[in-house]
């Protein structure tokens, strides 16, 4: 691992001894928000990002390396590894050049090249690739031999052939080159397949379509893709063939000779055969992992803004399932989101139903001191929204909330643990109001995938997006910190060095024994060692414990010099971290020691000014427009109030309460030009947009968030020629232009 830490230094402009400290952390079992918290001296203060960019890294070169002994190992054994393959070997870089240079001797099934050496057609090829001047059709005919199946001279001559196109496939230099080529000048083309036009209408935009691989975004070749596998879309991907066999003619005619025609028609049947299907696929598997990490990339984003939400927090809440025929399921929660009532109640189905709503309502809200009320925003949400506003109820907020995955819950094996009795209905108004007081604290009870803020989540590479997202949803967790005596096993088993059985362990533990009073009572948990303690209890709270301390994110490690700090002052502790005027008194550069330095030092010093602060934001009450509850209720210049609910490369989704997100495209984010709709708009982000057009047929709402003097009317698609251009394409590409000549 030692020739790598240079590598990885320069690839993220890092430091040779930052990256082996760091990689000697991760191997001794550290977690990446441990190493960017509370290992800041010997790291040079790197942040979760660069450290998980080292990991990520390192694991990749050690894989390479894996797969470099495995391939030496190999070629050993059959006796081919000269010196100089060896050298290549060992100094290919990528995964890439390393299956390049074992592909001719990799063990493969059957093939003509195969067959034709069987017949003993290998010298002729070899004499063939010489290219020297000499009737080719004598030579041939030397090779007929009737027992082997070579009966006439063509038959000899195609058998050569074959070997040549395969040896020019195998060549580790040519298929460089190709791929290349396949890269710089290829071409998606995507055609609906005859008979599907009615059937896939949503890939219309594809349905007869070219685009370069180079700048195609993964949004469209994930759809493209996903039209293909639903079988109404045929795929291609190819660079000109005229360029691909020019390469190849550079690369092996020597000559000029009837020798050498044999060679170009070897080199024309290689590519056709066997080059462009190889790199085709090759292409799309480099294109689909390039898009993978796109979509990914966003995914995480989009989970993180939303389980970075703001909180309402301890509040007595009424959470409500809405529904029509079915009712609307009503539970009370007290401060810590445990369960007192629920109900059910029915106040779209008639007068008398919504009588009995009203004297239900008014009664639980007096009864448990409800301060806010949290309304799922599925089917029939607005209206009972509209219903519980028209109450009138004093001093309670009424709030939609976003509902995506609470049925997922709710089916869940936490839920029936939790709610062993009770039903799905239930434990989904449970779960929407939890939402409400802690986003990320309910949040992590759920598969990600299904919180609804992906796109094509379940396209991607499964393996890579689920690292991604408990990358994601670990620092959001490590980020805010955990209580420790409220804290589910789910949010727990997040919470740096823990993870499930110890979570498990943490909470059976308090079960049994009660509260934990410090953090080091920790210790006495089954099986959580010094290690796990290390790890995790700078990012545990308890509220009113014995040690002040301990409800902060100050690791227990750093106790006795936050003491001395106390002492040197002459004061308690308790009073350093309630007097600003104290903590001012204090010189950092006095507890330098080799241990600790100034960055730990100055966390410290943060953390004794707001002990266990929440870094979300203040969370403000929100509601849609009244009386615009269905897409029918739109019209055309309509400026609503919205909450982001979904980011994507293209733009942003907004919910303006009519059970249909609305679009808002790139171009229409901003006056400015916007590259990454995340400059301007993040998840759960309250915005005012502007309602451009409606498709009520098709469901689709299309908005702006421009200002109103630079919203163009009915603009246009932007054409180039007689083909539509995906309007983010024709912006962007119009963006650049103007910057070479501005």
Known sequence: MISHFKKIAEELSLSEKQVSTTVALLDEGATVPFISRYRKELTGSLDEVQVAAIRDRAEQLRELDKRRDAILKSLAEMGKLSPELEKQIQEAETMTVLEDLYLP?????????????????????????????????????????????????????????????????????TRAKIRELFIEKGEFSSKVIEGKEIEGAKYKDYFDWKEPVKTAPSHRILAMRRGEKELVLSLDVFPPEDDAIAILDRFFVKSNNAASDQVRLALTDSYKRLLKPSMETEVRLLTKKKADEEAIRVFAENVRQLLLSAPMGQKRIMAIDPGFRTGCKVVCLDEQGQLLENTAIYPHTGSGGVAEAEKTIYHLVHTYSIESIAIGNGTAGRETETFIRRLNLPGVNVVMVNESGASIYSASEAA?????????????????????????????????????????????????????????????????????????????????????????????????????????????????????????????????????????????????????????????????????????????????????????????????????????????????????????????????????????????????????????????????????????????????????????????????????EQRPVNKPAAKVGKKRVPEEDFNSKLAALKSRFS
């Open 416 to 708: 029936r643990e939790e709610f062993p009795d009770k039903d799905i209905t239930v434990r989904g108004a449970v779960s929407i109001g939890r939402r409400l007081m802690d986003p990320l604290a309910e949040l992590v009870k759920i598969d990600p995938k299904s919180i609804g803020v992906g796109q094509y989540q379940h396209d991607v590479d499964q393996n890579k997006l689920q690292t991604s997202l408990d990358d994601t949803v670990i620092s959001c967790v490590n980020a805010v910190g955990v209580e420790l005596n409220t804290a589910s096993k789910q949010i727990l088993s997040y919470v740096s060095g823990l993870g499930p059985q110890l979570a498990k362990g943490i909470v059976e533990y308090r079960n049994k024994n009660g509260a934990f009073k410090r953090r080091d009572e920790l210790k006495k948990v089954p099986r959580l060692g010094d290690k796990a303690f290390e790890q995790s209890a700078g990012f545990l709270r308890i509220r009113n414990a014995e040690h002040p301390l301990d409800a902060s994110a100050v690791h227990p490690e750093r106790y006795s010099l936050v003491e001395q700090m106390a002492k040197d002052l002459n004061c308690r502790l308790e009073d350093l971290m309630k007097d600003d005027t104290l903590r001012k008194k204090i010189r950092p550069e006095r507890y330098v020691s080799d241990a600790v330095g100034l960055p730990t030092l100055q966390d410290i010093l943060q953390e004794l000014a707001k002990p266990g602060r929440d870094p979300r934001e203040q969370f403000e009450a929100f509601s849609f427009t009244e009386g615009v509850n269905d897409i029918a209720d739109l019209k055309v210049g309509m400026k609503l109030p919205g909450i982001i609910t979904n980011i994507t490369n293209f733009g942003a989704f907004v919910d303006i309460g009519v059970h249909q997100d609305g679009l808002v495209h790139l171009s229409q984010l901003s006056n400015r030009f916007v590259k990454d709709p995340n400059e301007v708009v993040k998840v759960h982000q309250k915005v005012e947009v502007t309602v451009t057009e409606v498709d009520a047929s098709r469901k689709r709402i299309s908005l702006s968030m421009k200002t109103e």
């Open 105 to 173: 001797y990799r063990p493969k099934r059957k093939t003509r090249a195969s067959a034709a050496r069987e017949k003993g057609l290998q010298p002729l090829a070899d004499l063939l690739m010489e290219q020297h001047k000499f009737d080719v059709l004598e030579e041939a005919a030397k090779y007929i031999n009737q027992e082997k199946g070579v009966t006439t001279d063509a038959e000899a001559l195609a058998g050569a052939r074959d070997i040549i196109a395969e040896q020019i496939s195998e060549n580790a230099d």
